[in-house]
């Protein structure tokens, strides 16, 4: 699968979890996993509560994404 196959949505970080996992919860509603993308974390950005992140779906699995880009306040 490649990644253009991936659904983007914007949604706000809710909780840290550990691992390096967060919860984010969805404009539309919805709450889901979702771990930092390899070049976040290359770049070292960091993500706190509160933030608003644009996450990359699959289609295969809609519980789990990418923090793929973190907006600036």
């Not at 550990?18 to 919860?25: C, H, L, M, Q, T």
């Not at 996993?33 to 706190?48: D, E, T």
């Not at 996450?55 to 973190?70: K, N």
Request: glycine share 10%; proline share 3%.
């Amino acid at each position: 699968m490649s990644k253009e196959d991936n659904v983007p949505f914007d949604g706000q970080i809710i909780a840290i979890n550990g691992g390096g996992s967060y919860a984010v919860k969805l404009d539309q509603g919805s709450n889901i996993s979702a771990k930092l993308c390899g070049k976040m974390k290359k770049f070292k950005i960091r993500i706190v509560i509160g933030d608003r992140v644009t996450v990359a779906i699959s289609p295969y699995d809609v519980t789990h994404g990418l923090i793929t880009f973190r907006f600036k306040a």
